[in-house]
């Protein structure tokens, strides 16, 4: 390797400002923790032992040295108290919640935290491959490959690049020549029809089918060929914005089609899984990645980029996050010289990050911001005069204060890409990283890891909201409660918002708003054990809202809520073919089903779809219940014949339901519903009162009576008795990692039966010894 013509030190991530050193020579420095840096050490190394140092500077300090050479302020300039972190983050090329967020601490690390090794070579090396797969009006694809290589210093090296798509007859050779000023090459492939290429598939609408592109190039010298193989997918996207009426007052749409499919996104927003990401196994984010899965989530939203462009995965980018919105309302101060801002903004995402995101990857969407109107913001000169408009684009949702468990607490936008609320990790969670004496709900190191200001007290407010306080004389225990009722709070009102928006995918009001196509809510995992938004601890380990989004993600939902006087109930259906029809009169938009099968797309005629249930069709069973009896009080039922997406397919005055039914005030009732199976299909249930009014809940002390093996070491049925109804049923298996397939439900039968699915190997005595169970009246005295 010494006697190569090139000798390199290749540092694939520094985090951040470094000074590298071999033998004591300086062959490099580093200041941006997200790019590959490569350094020539020809003249530094010599044959046999070397001495590589690398000495990191502060990155504190570095950023605060960077804001003084700064001629103004750029904000934000300090961080609130409640962050404890670190100020000036914007001026360092570094993971910005290092500093600390409003999710996650302040541990501003340094390091070596991606591969680093020395390469030597004669003639080229792959360094890099892009792919873009494009189709034509005709239904072919066009592959349009880059090559980027590197080469020895001043030299020119002439070869043959070849291209192969495996498992396919796909190829193409081409003779190239590389020098100092040209260091790429493109490829162009037209594919016949006669490939019979697979398309890449959102999660629930068909496979993920990813094709191995590799790339060969081999010197016209008889130098030895290398290599370089990329995964791709061949899939198109469109994010369609078009007027909702004919005369164009009501605004835009705003969602995806996906190889041509309309797409309602559902989802959640991703954070670093670790504030040390050298820590950050590939095994810990697939478990991550798979909850989400789990959770019938299609769509998840990251901070992030890096040498990206051939994931079919990725279907938009943004410029930033809430900067508009920021900008717009002056959160930190900038309208005392919004004109001075303005111009900072337009220079960086206008005329930088959008300029090199379309010569980069012209193929895929770019909206501005996030929240954004969309086009209608660039229309507006980047920063709309109201970027949160729900007449456009997409929003971001926070409602700590108000009801929670009523949908007209919120918002009705086109899309929702942020919404949420707080809720406390497991005990077990928070016993990892906190002495006993700090374990209680007001404890001063526990508000320590709340980064969200005044969010203890909010989250004490929604429980007094929606349920009456926690009562356990005993201190452990009533931290454990406290937990528990912040998850319901949580969940409940996730369920709420969600429904909320899902029920609005196929209609306008009045005013205009409706035609919501998506709902991301915030967010996904921790980056710590902490108070925080997530529905996935920092384990892994799934909180209530997880369980929830199980059910209120899923492709055939039902869908209750109350208007005025009226309780409604919805079908909502996804993850079937659509088409988009408009109203020839009015223009508005709403969603058809083109069949009434849960099936993936397969555009090639030949193969054959496994058909499945009828799932735009069938018979919607209502019972009304008293929470003192596991008899139903009355039952209807209502015949249905989807032809929208979403449709409200039963409508009944509630005080005629509660007559009929024999139900004396609406704190003794609820509603459950189901759709043929009462067991093992789609439910969904509506309380007519909160539960802190609910009256005739009873103690029902719910046993866990059989553990079953059904997969050795692996899955587990648990049956569940109860001799009364119980809501919000919990079972937890401590320090056992793994899921159950339903967590927090009502129990309405006598017996239930949840299977877990364990994430390590445990046998079924361990397993039944690590399991309890509790449901919402075991935490009254």
């Known amino acids: 390797m010494f006697s190569s013509q090139s000798l390199e030190l290749v540092c694939e991530g520094l985090d951040t400002v470094s000074r590298v050193f071999i033998n004591g020579i300086i062959v490099g420095t580093s200041d941006n923790m997200f790019v590959r840096y490569v350094f020539d050490i020809k003249r530094a190394a010599r044959i046999g032992t070397n001495n590589l ?22 904000p934000p300039v300090a961080l609130v108290p409640e962050y404890h972190g670190e100020n000036h983050v914007q001026f360092i090329r570094k993971c910005q919640c290092s500093f600390s967020w409003d999710w996650g601490p302040s541990f501003p690390a340094m390091g070596i935290w991606r591969d680093i090794y020395i390469q030597g070579y004669n003639n080229a090396v792959i360094r890099d491959v892009t792919a873009e797969t494009l189709k034509g009006t005709d239904g072919t694809w066009k592959l349009s490959i880059e090559v980027f290589v590197e080469i020895p210093h001043l030299a020119t090296v002439n070869g043959k690049l070849e291209a192969r798509l495996d498992s396919t007859p796909v190829s193409l050779t081409v003779p190239v020549t590389f020098n100092e000023k040209n260091k790429s090459a493109v490829m162009q492939i037209n594919i016949p029809k006669s490939v019979n290429i697979k398309e890449w598939w959102p999660n629930g609408y068909g496979n993920q089918t990813l094709y191995k592109l590799y790339t060969f190039f081999t010197g016209s010298n008889g130098q030895e060929m290398v290599c370089k193989s990329i995964n791709i997918g061949f899939r198109t996207v469109e994010v369609v914005e078009d007027f909702v009426s004919s005369d164009h007052s009501l605004g835009t749409t705003f969602y995806f089609k996906i190889n041509g499919q309309p797409v309602f996104f559902k989802g959640s927003n991703w954070i670093p899984a670790d504030s040390f990401l050298d820590r950050v196994s590939k095994s810990r984010i697939e478990n991550l990645l798979q909850s989400a899965k789990d959770a019938n989530m299609n769509v998840l939203r990251v901070w992030g980029g890096g040498r990206l462009k051939h994931r079919p995965s990725i279907v938009i980018w943004s410029g930033n996050n809430e900067n508009e919105k920021a900008l717009r309302q002056s959160w930190y101060n900038t309208d005392v010289n919004f004109t001075l801002y303005y111009n900072d903004y337009i220079k960086l995402y206008k005329d930088v990050i959008y300029k090199v995101v379309q010569k980069e990857d012209p193929n895929r969407p770019f909206i501005a911001s996030s929240p954004t109107n969309g086009k209608e913001s660039m229309a507006e000169g980047w920063v709309a005069k109201m970027p949160w408009d729900e007449h456009y684009g997409d929003i971001h949702e926070y409602k700590y204060m108000d009801p929670f468990f009523m949908p007209s607490s919120y918002r009705i936008p086109r899309f929702s890409s942020e919404y949420g609320l707080q809720s406390l990790p497991s005990y077990e969670s928070l016993d ?32 007094i909201m929606y349920l009456h306080l926690p009562n356990n004389p005993d201190k452990q225990k009533l931290f454990i409660d406290q937990i528990y009722v912040t998850q319901i709070d949580q969940a409940i009102g996730m369920k709420t918002e969600t429904e909320h928006y899902r029920r609005w995918q196929n209609k306008l009001d009045d005013k205009g708003r409706g035609l919501t196509m998506g709902a991301m809510y915030w967010m996904l995992n921790d980056i710590w054990q902490a108070p925080t938004w997530s529905s996935l601890e920092y384990s892994g380990k799934w909180k209530m809202l997880h369980y929830f989004a199980k059910n209120f993600f899923a492709p055939l939902l039902i869908s209750p809520t109350q208007e005025g006087n009226n309780i409604e109930v919805y079908i909502v259906v996804d993850q079937i073919p659509s088409s988009v029809h408009r109203h020839p009169q009015t223009g508005q938009v709403h969603f058809k089903p083109i069949t009434n099968l849960f099936a993936p797309w ?63 005030r609406t704190k003794n009732c609820f509603l459950y519903f189901h759709l043929g199976d009462p067991v093992n299909g789609p439910t969904n249930w509506f309380s007519l009162s909160t539960f802190k009014d609910a009256i005739g809940l009873q103690n029902v002390s719910i046993q866990i009576i059989d553990v079953k093996e059904t997969v050795p070491m692996k899955e587990f049925n648990i049956t569940l008795q109860s001799k009364a109804v119980a809501p919000f049923v919990w079972l937890d298996a401590y320090k056992t990692m793994g899921r159950f397939s339903d967590n927090g439900f009502l129990m309405v039968h006598t017996q239930k039966v949840v299977t ?5 190997d445990i046998s079924g005595a361990n397993l039944k010894a690590s399991l309890n169970v509790k449901s919402l009246m075991d935490i009254y005295f």
């Open 756 to 760: 877990f699915y364990a994430w390590n």
């Open 53 to 74: 140092t690398i000495v990191f500077s502060s990155p504190v300090k570095y950023a605060e040295s960077e804001s003084k050479l700064y001629h103004y302020a750029v």
């Open 602 to 664: 397969n555009p090639h005629p030949q193969s054959q779809n496994k058909p499945q249930s009828n799932v735009t069709s069938g018979t919607l069973f209502i019972q009304m219940y008293s929470w003192d009896s596991l008899t139903p009080l009355h039952t209807w039922t209502q015949n249905y014949n989807l032809q929208k997406t979403t449709d409200m397919v039963f409508q009944a005055d509630v005080n005629t339901m509660m007559s009929t039914a024999g139900c004396i």
């Open 432 to 463: 990892a990283v906190l002495n006993n004496s700090d374990l209680y709900y007001w404890s001063d190191m526990l508000d320590h890891r709340q980064h969200h200001p005044f969010g203890m007290v909010e989250m004490m407010a929604e429980i």
